[in-house]
């Protein structure tokens, strides 16, 4: 008997409620493989990667802050962030030490050379967002990232010094 045979070809009922490009989960994934896909072209000379590029970014807008503080406001995990303030310590990027008013506490403080490197990494920057949204008009950026934070549930007071 033939193999084929054994198995009716037929739609499935869930396939056909789906399609695939206007699934939201699967556009997103898309959306960051293509952002993330675009980074080591751009930033190949630095040795960092796209999550500490958003850490140094924060470190350098608020000096001395607690990596608890630090991963709010790059909406990540506690544990993720000193993972990669680790890394990013033994690269000479970041100083890490307990904080003067609260022991259990760790601030972090970007070193000359993680200055230096965010300092340089400035027109790389732009290049990599105009880049990511060179589909969208300005007013289409700015709403994607307003509707994204929304989705997301964070505040844009969160990254912005006091």
Excluded: W
Aim: charged share 30%.
């Amino acid at each position: 008997m033939n193999e084929r045979a054994e198995f009716e070809l037929e739609t499935s009922s869930v396939a056909q409620k789906y399609m695939l490009l206007d699934v939201l989960i699967h556009l997103l994934r898309r959306a960051h493989f293509n952002c993330e896909s675009h980074f080591p072209e751009i930033f190949s000379g630095y040795d960092i990667t796209s999550r500490q590029l958003a850490l140094l970014l924060v470190i350098g807008r608020q000096p001395n802050s607690s990596q608890k503080a630090i991963g709010e406001m790059v909406a990540l995990d506690v544990n993720t962030v000193s993972d990669t303030l680790r890394r990013m310590e033994r690269k000479g990027l970041v100083r890490r030490e307990a904080s003067l008013t609260d022991a259990r506490s760790i601030c972090v403080s970007l070193t000359r050379k993680g200055f230096l490197l965010l300092e340089s990494a400035d027109e790389d920057f732009h290049r990599l967002e105009r880049r990511v949204a060179s589909q969208l008009t300005g007013d289409e950026e700015e709403q994607l990232k307003y509707l994204l934070r929304k989705m997301m549930n964070i505040r844009l007071d969160l990254g912005r010094a006091a």
